[in-house]
């Protein structure tokens, strides 16, 4: 295995609509992809978003099919928008003079919400950290996790999810909620051949198509996804067309 390459150990991937993952306009082609998850708590599932939902519930199969213990692995969450449907609660509480404001609600509007909760629900003290970059969310967060599996990590649990934001926010947005998680690791596995995948990039100029991350940021995260389940290998772009530059990375499959 090529030091400056990760090994894919497990992939999962949640819809907040299941239906919408079978769909031709998405042609994701996934099953059993729905938002249970056995390791989100039923005092905290009242309290939390539909995107933290979505993130447990793909993080819980990645982990499972990479037959690793949450509690082992750093984790690295990605959102564009974050709590975006509890902030706007609060915003409009606020301007109607609602006051004061839900405690609760203000606790799990920050970035890190769904990060933090994973790390109290499976007991995690390794390192967890929110990232945010909106498109570019993806792609941004893959290459940080290749840069802690060359230098302080050998093994990591990267989950990139989005809620659908409000109306009034993104008008005539066609969002998906839906999340996708890796288990990635510095090494290959003794005895087993899995996938790996190159350091990201970012080219300007070759060819690229829109792709998933127009519907939805979480969605850039599906064609390498479907690639590593379908042991497709070959150069995957992870992150919509943009002018100024598009992400990709090269897929090695094995089998």
Not at 110 to 126: F, P, R
Not at 180 to 205: H, R, T, W
């Amino acid at each position: 295995m090529d030091k400056s390459s990760l090994a894919v150990l497990g992939t999962g991937v949640s819809f907040q609509h299941p239906e919408s993952a079978l769909v031709s306009s998405l042609a994701c082609g996934f099953e059993g992809c729905d938002m249970q998850t056995h390791l989100l708590p039923s005092m905290l599932r009242r309290r939390t978003s539909m995107g933290t939902k979505l993130a447990f519930a793909a993080a819980e199969r990645a982990c499972s099919r990479a037959n690793m213990m949450p509690s082992e692995l750093p984790v690295i969450f990605t959102s564009s928008l974050g709590e975006i449907g509890v902030t706007d609660k609060l915003c409009r509480a606020i301007a109607h003079q609602q006051l004061p404001v839900s405690p609760t609600q203000f606790h799990n509007s920050v970035h890190n919400t769904a990060s933090g909760y994973w790390s109290i629900a499976v007991g995690n003290k390794h390192p967890a950290m929110a990232m945010g970059g909106y498109h570019n969310g993806f792609a941004l967060a893959l290459l940080e996790a290749w840069s802690q599996l060359q230098t302080i990590e050998k093994k990591l649990l990267l989950v990139c999810y989005e809620d659908i934001p409000p109306e009034l926010m993104l008008p005539d947005h066609q969002w998906v909620g839906c999340a996708s998680a890796f288990v990635l690791s510095a090494e290959q596995p003794v005895g087993k051949k899995m996938a790996q995948i190159n350091m990201p990039y970012c080219d300007a100029e070759m060819c690229s198509h829109q792709g998933y991350g127009d519907q939805s940021p979480a969605l850039a995260a599906i064609p390498l996804l479907k690639a590593v389940e379908q042991n497709i290998s070959g150069i995957v772009q992870i992150s919509p067309a943009e002018k100024d530059g598009t992400w990709f990375t090269e897929l090695s499959c094995h089998g």
